[in-house]
């Protein structure tokens, strides 16, 4: 290689590397910044909810800061009442145990753009997570499907990061969802049409939220 040959190599070397090292940059400053969190839950009343009408529901009250789904035939639930959601680009999270029963103590139902979905944590006789529904298919039979174990009495923090293209949960800081949404289909079962547009239910069980919360998620 002659001598003039290698100092332009350099140069373009380079610049590739800068041109990299900006689209990198530019990649990071697009990711969503957290705002700060928002009490949907004041721990003393049910100041925004409504017990969800099923029918065959059990009680719901407030008990020393905590939110009681008693046992239904078959569910029991609340149903957020404000219209100051976002459809996207948001997180929620609860804090929630199960206190008796043998199926899910954790049905969450949220906004999805136009559109709703539901987290489940421990359906289908007590172990089953997942998203109802994608493309028609509950959390029993998509690809969403997994299996933990949770015993009465644990606390569980719950969280579900929504985005134009993914729905991602975490169940005690593990990642459980991670799920790509474009082009698919989503919807929520029947059953949980009434807690739309934020729920929570439980299906003959008996649980307690601790706290629930939400934020948006902003462009940096």
């Not at 905590?66 to 976002?86: A, C, E, H, I, R």
Request: aromatic share 12%.
């Amino acid at each position: 290689m002659t001598a003039i040959k290698r100092p332009l190599l350099f140069i373009f070397t380079l610049f590739a590397v800068i041109i990299c090292l900006d689209a990198d940059s530019n990649a990071k400053e697009r990711k969503a910044k957290p705002t700060k969190w928002r009490n949907l839950f004041d721990g003393k009343t049910l100041d925004g909810w409504a017990k969800t009408n099923y029918g065959g529901e059990g009680e719901v009250e407030v008990q020393e800061g905590q939110l009681l789904l008693n046992f239904g035939y078959s569910m029991t639930g609340v149903t957020y009442q404000k219209n100051d959601l976002p459809k996207t680009n948001y997180e929620i999270r609860t804090t929630v145990r199960k206190i008796d029963g043998n199926d899910f103590f954790c049905g969450a139902t949220f906004p999805v753009a136009d559109s709703y979905c539901s987290f489940i944590c421990g359906g289908w006789g007590g172990a089953v997570t997942g998203l109802s529904s994608i493309d028609g298919q509950d959390a029993s039979e998509n690809e969403t499907t997994g299996y933990q174990n949770f015993p009465s009495g644990k606390w569980y923090k719950v969280k579900i990061r929504v985005e134009p293209h993914l729905i991602q949960c975490w169940i005690n800081g593990k990642q459980v969802v991670y799920q790509n949404i474009l082009d698919r289909t989503i919807t929520t079962r029947n059953e949980v049409n009434l807690n739309k547009p934020l729920g929570f239910a439980t299906w003959e069980t008996k649980a307690a939220y601790k706290t629930i919360q939400i934020r948006e998620l902003k462009a940096k």
